[in-house]
């Protein structure tokens, strides 16, 4: 199973409702077969017609992640911030993230 990396290529820590937790990278192939995997357990303990993904993009109460974001490259602090609360990590992740062969900078509303 494929998680999120941090730029450093170890996993990214974000925090949910439930507390710290990292993030499928669903850009990876072999993700795709370990969800479908996760769903078809789910339903055979709970059967179900369908599934409200709530949130398309990953979203955390910390801004970046719980060890923050390396500030010292230029994309976790671009010359422009579109309406956000100064930063483009808030409650999210990094920009520098890792999602398969991305960044999260390019692939956040994916």
């Known amino acids: 199973m ?4 941090n730029s450093t ?3 990214l820590i974000g925090n949910v409702w439930p507390g710290d937790t990292v ?3 669903f850009l990876h192939p072999d993700t795709v077969t370990w969800w479908t995997h996760q769903l078809a357990n789910f339903s055979n303990s709970l059967p179900y017609d369908g599934l409200w993904i709530d949130m398309n993009e990953p979203a955390s109460f910390y801004d970046g992640s719980r060890e923050g974001c390396p ?3 230029a994309l976790e602090k671009p010359p422009y911030y579109p ?3 100064n930063t483009l990590q808030w409650q999210t992740l990094c920009m520098t993230a890792k999602q398969h062969q991305y960044l999260h900078y390019d692939v ?3």
């Open 23 to 25: 993030f499928p990278d």
């Open 83 to 85: 309406g956000v609360r």
């Open 108 to 110: 956040h509303n994916l």
């Open 9 to 11: 290529g170890h996993l």
């Open 71 to 73: 500030w010292s490259d």
């Open 2 to 5: 494929c998680f999120i990396k």
